[in-house]
């Protein structure tokens, strides 16, 4: 059997569908199994995944649209009988893309923007249930294909490699961050939509940065993201004292995966880097509460403190659903929505647990 699993929709998401793969692996173990994606991110964390043939990777939305296309015609060369659109993946053109690649058997979970062609792109649909993880959402799909969980638990999954364990200790020796408690920040979240509307403000981190600087010089704040968080670090860094406030900077998110396994706290919204914290088992996790937080997407695996947002209170799914759009509301209402969570309440929360 040649399976594909395809996931598209981010780099937290592709995280969640490694219980999934390992599943697959357990029930078929003489199978090809390879997985598609388009963020370089979620390439780089299925490196070294022994439960994956290959990894299919093509950033499609930075691609040609005559480019993308005939990347994914070039993968119904390799004959897969079998599909997987993970959760989750509400856009009709994922389920394209599974038309395309050509597989007898292509599976999807039914999203509320699901139209008559989504069934005619799969034609094998499972129902998403909000009330349940992404993770059992996924593990649903071996019910349509004759297999069973027969794992014990079911944990996402990067496999660092022993030269990453070690880079991440020379890292830590060589910027005098050894021994230290590590206060891990990302700032950044998703950059697609309107995602950004739910990040926390960043002059709030700054604010929050400079009163640990000032009030616990005992912790150690290590600001976490790429290039596209720079801008927003600078801002913290220009309030912070340089001593007790470091920008992260790794050649991939392995890298920064290894040195979030060795912090004493980790703290952000719901982002990629949320969901690898979690991977990591990191201690002390907390998440500020933005519209886009439901069950589906909670850190899965590792105990959290979550944050409240006055004015989410819990109410995720009424900002924000698995429909293809956006985050509801204006921009105005959803920075006013995160403004409302106050420095205050997370700094206490962070002094609490460290």
């Not at 060369?77 to 395309?100: E, F």
């Amino acid at each position: 059997m040649k399976i594909l699993v395809i996931s598209l929709a981010g780099i937290g998401d592709t995280l969640l569908a490694t219980p999934l793969i390992h599943e697959l692996r357990a029930n078929f173990p003489t199978a090809t199994i390879d997985v598609f994606t388009k963020e370089s991110g979620a390439r780089d964390l299925l490196e070294n995944n022994p439960h994956v043939n290959r990894v299919h990777y093509k950033n499609l939305l930075r691609s040609g649209k005559l480019e993308a296309l005939a990347y994914i015609w070039s993968l119904r060369k390799n004959g897969y009988d079998l599909t997987i659109n993970t959760h989750p993946q509400s856009r009709m053109v994922y389920r394209a893309v599974a038309r395309m690649i050509g597989a007898q058997t292509r599976i999807s979970h039914e999203y509320e923007s699901f139209h008559w062609l989504d069934r005619k792109l799969c034609n094998r649909i499972l129902p998403q249930d909000y009330e349940r993880h992404s993770i059992e959402n996924n593990l649903d799909v071996l019910t349509l294909i004759a297999a069973r969980k027969v794992l014990p638990q079911h944990e996402m999954e990067v496999f660092l490699k022993a030269e990453e364990e070690k880079w991440a200790e020379t890292y830590l020796a060589r910027n005098q961050l050894s021994g230290r408690k590590l206060l891990g920040i990302h700032v950044g979240s998703g950059g697609t939509k309107n995602l950004p509307l739910k990040r926390w403000p960043i002059n709030h981190y700054a604010d929050l940065v400079q009163r640990l600087n000032r009030e616990r010089p005992d912790i150690q704040v290590l600001l976490f993201g790429g290039p596209e968080e720079m801008k927003d670090h600078q801002i913290v860094l220009d309030r912070a004292d340089g001593n007790l406030t470091h920008e992260v900077k790794t050649p991939n998110l392995r890298l920064a995966a290894a040195l979030i396994k060795r912090c004493s706290a980790f703290l952000s919204v719901d982002t990629a880097l949320m969901h690898i914290a979690a991977a990591m088992k990191a201690p002390n996790q907390m998440v500020i509460e933005a519209p886009t937080l439901n069950v589906t997407n909670w850190p899965h695996g590792n105990h959290c403190v979550i944050i409240p947002n006055p004015m989410v209170n819990g109410r995720g799914l009424d900002f924000y659903r698995y429909d293809g759009g956006d985050i509801r509301g204006s921009r105005e209402e959803l920075i006013k929505t995160m403004e409302s969570v106050n420095v205050t309440d997370v700094y206490a929360s962070v002094t609490k647990l460290i």
